[in-house]
């Protein structure tokens, strides 16, 4: 499990010309289709969980604590970063949706109260069978259908050496939708280090400019925004997006 901090930001023309004026490497290209899941009423997304299917391996992203908690003295810039736990062993992602099913859905039966064994399962090594072999029926038994599906094309990039920007990733995203978008980051192994990496990831825009203080839509906002209003809308009203 670790624990992603990450601030979008919008790509201008010459973003690769400037990550390389601050030293920035390209470490390559990849294309990726992710699949998103949710139930009929959105009970994870509504809850900012976002489980997703990415090239058949299963992750799931969720808030760990609030944003004021974890700022610390920082100031209200660290506002626009996001941190998200996330989650990639099969076992895990499965105890933890049953348990934010459970929270918003407390009168209805819950796939859990119909398999308690599950939450005696010993979680196996991180991300050691994330990969199903196609026995997706806990995805019917929870209810839980596609809501979004597009594909990537990312190209990333990271610093060399042990300065400010070690352990920083810049991801330049387009997806196939016509939205581009890019996004520093840092993962974190746990929440202690979490101001740290926020203030590598203030440096990083710093060194490339970036001077807006306006939040940037994410791939899923403006997909969503375009094709299913109704979701958008409600996660707009819940402050999710
Ligand atoms: C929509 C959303 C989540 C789904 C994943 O979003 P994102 O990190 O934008 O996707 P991607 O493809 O870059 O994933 P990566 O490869 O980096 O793992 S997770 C949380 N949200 C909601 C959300 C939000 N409320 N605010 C911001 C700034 N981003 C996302």
């Not at 997706?136 to 259908?145: A, Q």
């Amino acid at each position: 499990m670790s624990v992603e901090v990450e601030r979008k930001f919008v790509c201008d023309a010459d973003i690769q010309k400037q990550l390389e004026e601050i030293g920035a490497v390209c470490i390559g290209q990849k294309q990726f289709q992710d699949q998103y899941y949710d139930t009929p009423d959105f009970l994870l997304t509504l809850r900012d969980v976002w489980l997703r299917c990415r090239q058949g391996c299963w992750e799931l992203k969720c808030t760990t604590v609030t944003k004021a908690e974890d700022r610390g003295g920082e100031p209200q810039k660290a506002e626009l970063c996001s941190r998200y736990q996330e989650i990639t062993n099969l076992s895990q992602i499965q105890l933890k949706v049953r348990e934010v099913m459970k929270e918003g859905n407390g009168e209805q039966k819950t796939a859990d109260q119909m398999h308690p064994a599950v939450h005696q399962d010993t979680p196996k090594a991180e991300g050691a069978e994330n990969c199903p072999t196609g026995n997706d029926s806990w995805l019917m038994e929870l209810n839980l259908v596609c809501f979004a599906e597009f594909t990537t094309q990312r190209c990333s990039f990271t610093f060399e050496g042990e300065g400010d920007e070690s352990g920083v990733r810049v991801d330049l995203d387009q997806a196939d939708f016509g939205y581009c978008v890019g996004e520093i980051e840092v993962l974190v192994p746990k929440r202690e280090d979490i101001q740290s990496a926020l203030r590598k990831i203030e440096k990083t825009a710093q060194r490339l400019g970036l001077s807006g203080d306006q939040r940037v839509q994410g791939k899923m906002d403006v997909y969503l925004q375009r094709y299913c209003p109704e979701h958008y809308a409600k996660l707009l009203s819940a402050h999710i997006l």
